[in-house]
């Protein structure tokens, strides 16, 4: 079975400092994907950044990198220069491939509340 | 280029009446992913729709149902609502095919049931 675990349920960082955020994952599949997702309080689901399973190299957008080690079968976060916009949920999520070689569903960890300090 | 579109943003129920929700995905996607988010049980995938036709589905009762049309919007209806239906329901859009590929919610439906 897949699952994601994200063992930090509340984190804090101060404004300007860089954050890791800690996600694992398992799965049997060969082929998956990785996400990282932001929800404000308003509710939205902000996509941040995907990693494939075969990509050799980090994923990163802007402030955003994801420390990906396939071996340990982590997906850690990374945000550098934090801002008080930041301050959100932050959900880590997996997506495997069905059988007949489609995607399937995300399945989401239970998500890391971040508050970024002045 | 648009972002996903989910109406109505709010929505508030009886018991026992039905209810739709609509997504419109991004441009060019042909996957719509349906999930519930609860606070007690996180976010719990419902149903993905693919050209049309239901490809997957989660662990909900059959009162969740959906269905998918030919420009890819799809719909997803609850009939005879219990208050345990009270959740954000997000859409997620992707481009569906046999790669993997991101993927990108709207801002989700609240559904309050009183």
């Known amino acids: 079975a897949q699952k994601i675990t994200q063992t930090q349920p509340g984190m804090f960082v101060q404004e300007k400092e860089a954050v890791t955020l800690d996600c694992t994952y398992d799965?049997?599949?060969?082929?998956?994907?990785l996400f990282w997702y932001k929800q404000p309080s308003s509710g939205e689901m902000i996509f941040l950044i995907y990693?494939?399973?075969?990509?050799?190299q980090n994923a990163t957008e802007g402030r955003y990198s994801l420390n990906f080690q396939k071996a340990r079968k982590s997906a850690n976060l990374v945000i550098s220069a934090s801002q008080l916009g930041d301050s959100a949920m932050y959900f880590c999520?997996?997506?495997?491939?069905?059988?007949?070689?489609?995607?399937?569903?995300?399945?989401f960890g239970k998500g890391t509340k971040l508050s970024v300090k002045p | 280029k648009a972002g996903v579109t989910q109406t109505p943003r709010y929505l508030i129920k009886t018991r026992g009446q039905q209810v739709t929700l609509s997504c419109s995905p991004i441009?060019?996607?042909?996957?719509v992913s349906w999930y519930q988010q609860t606070p007690g049980q996180g976010l719990q995938f419902l149903f993905e729709?693919?050209?049309?036709?239901?490809?997957n589905k989660g662990n909900f009762p059959g009162r969740f149902s959906g269905r998918q049309f030919s420009n890819s919007r799809s719909e997803m209806n609850v009939s005879t609502l219990e208050l345990g239906d009270s959740a954000l329901y997000l859409c997620?859009?992707?481009?569906?095919?046999?790669?993997?590929?991101?993927?990108?919610f709207g801002q989700g439906t609240r559904l309050t049931v009183v």
């Open positions: 990693q494939g399973s075969y990509d050799e």
């Open positions: 441009s060019g996607h042909r996957s």
């Open positions: 729709y693919f050209s049309e036709t239901q490809r």
């Open positions: 799965t049997s599949d060969q082929s998956y994907g």
């Open positions: 997620a859009s992707s481009l569906g095919g046999i790669a993997n590929t991101e993927a990108f």
């Open positions: 999520a997996m997506r495997g491939m069905n059988y007949g070689g489609s995607q399937g569903n995300l399945i």
